[in-house]
Structures are given as structure tokens and as C-alpha cells.
């Protein structure tokens, strides 16, 4: 099936400092993809939906200056957590869909990006 | 997209099957049933989905109630492998939602060998 990777796999960063992740399809083109928030034992938020060649979408309660967003290519988003903060702690996860129908289409996730802010 | 309810936690044997519940009384005529798991410290990944009849795939079968408003995630033979949080999602096909996924709390399953 299809692949998603995400880089780095963790990181552990200083409180005031930017840190940059980036959302991979390995074999698929992705117009679309999704970024997900998750704090330990709770589900999956969504934050933003990234599209190619325009702006992303943000959820609201993100704060779209702080969280950005560029999605360059086909095949590659990234998110840079700006300023980062102990509070933005959290593991981090892109998804691209398919390309099918939206009730239809099934969605591949990366392998999350675990952020620690000391 | 329609809400689901599932319990929050089951607990199975190894190599016995598993019947996940996932409760979605408001579901459209137009809502798509998907299921995904979450393996500890790794994304989601997909399992199976489907809209009116009941559906198998090499991961698992989807049961869908008659009136669509209940289905049952079916793991044929539970491994430890599939200790994960289950996660039943509605997609609804017209939906203006720009195919993005809403997750709930999920089913949090526990395999015991």
C-alpha cells in the first residue's frame, strides 16, 4: 500500500526555538494532506489541512502563526512549530488521502513525529 | 459528519475472535462506516470501511447492522499484535469537509496471550 513518512521520528528541542517536520508520500501525489495533534492517552486532533500550492486550512483553535504550514509539492508538507513551548509537547502526524471520493477514500498516515520542549 | 459511540475499552485472548462495537444512530444515507487502529506510538492506519453490506478484508470484517445505525468491527482471531485503539469514523460521501478524518476516543483494545 501506499507510504507516508515523516522526519525526524522525535525530537527534542529548547523552549524560544523553531522546529521544522516534514510529511512525506513516498509513491502517490497528495494535493491534500492532514496534520494531527495527539497528547498522550487522547485521540487525534486535527490542526490543518495542508493543500499544494495554497494556503493551509487551519481548525479553529489553531493558531495558524505559530503552527506553519507549506506544502511545496506532490509530495511533500511541512510544519514548523514556531517559538515552540513546553505546552507543545506532543506527537505530531500527517495523512494523505487516496484520491478517491471523500466518503470513499482511505487515508495513510505517517508515523508520527514525537516533540519534546524542554 | 455523524457522531459514533464505542466503549472505551474491551479486553480479549489471544486467537479468539473480537467483536468491536461502534454505535452511529444519526447516520446518513450518504455516511460511509471506517474503522482504523492506532498501534501504540505509530499513526493510524486504515482496516476496512464500507456503506451498506457487510465486507471482509484480510485484516477484518465489518458487520453492519439493517438499519446501518450500529456495526461491529470482527477481528477473526485476535493476536498481540492487534492491541491498538480502535477508532469508528462516518465519512460521508457529499460532505464538505474536504475529506479530512474526525477522530473520536476510540475502542482501546488489550490482547492477553
Known amino acids: 500500500g501506499a507510504v507516508v513518512s515523516q522526519h525526524p521520528s522525535r525530537v527534542i528541542c529548547k523552549s524560544g526555538t523553531s522546529v521544522k517536520i516534514e510529511c512525506r508520500s513516498l509513491?502517490?501525489?497528495?494535493?491534500?494532506m492532514f496534520w494531527y495533534r495527539q497528547f498522550p492517552k487522547q485521540s487525534l486532533m486535527l490542526m490543518a489541512t495542508s493543500n499544494e500550492g495554497s494556503k493551509a486550512t487551519y481548525e479553529q483553535g489553531v493558531e495558524k502563526d505559530k503552527f506553519l504550514i507549506n506544502h511545496a509539492s506532490l509530495t511533500l508538507s511541512t510544519l514548523t512549530v514556531t517559538s515552540a513551548h513546553p505546552e507543545d509537547s506532543s506527537f505530531y502526524i500527517c495523512?494523505?488521502?487516496?484520491?478517491?471520493?471523500?466518503?470513499?477514500?482511505?487515508?495513510?498516515f505517517g508515523p508520527g513525529t514525537r516533540l519534546t520542549v524542554l | 459528519d455523524a457522531k459514533t459511540t464505542q466503549p472505551n475499552s474491551m479486553e480479549s485472548n489471544e486467537e479468539e475472535p473480537v467483536h468491536l462495537p461502534c454505535n452511529h444512530s444519526t447516520i446518513s444515507g450518504t455516511d460511509y462506516i471506517h474503522w482504523y487502529r492506532q498501534l501504540p506510538s505509530q499513526g493510524p492506519e486504515y482496516v476496512i470501511h464500507g456503506l451498506t453490506s457487510n465486507v471482509n478484508n484480510r485484516m477484518a470484517s465489518l458487520a453492519i447492522a439493517e438499519d446501518r445505525k450500529s456495526s461491529t468491527l470482527i477481528l477473526h482471531r485476535a493476536t498481540l499484535r492487534d492491541a491498538a485503539v480502535y477508532y469508528c469514523i462516518l465519512r460521508d460521501v457529499y460532505s464538505n469537509q474536504g475529506g479530512k478524518l474526525i477522530f473520536g476516543q476510540g475502542t482501546e483494545l488489550s490482547v492477553k496471550p
Open positions: 495523512s494523505a488521502p487516496t484520491g478517491q471520493a471523500w466518503g470513499t477514500d482511505t487515508q495513510y
Open positions: 509513491d502517490f501525489q497528495a494535493t491534500t
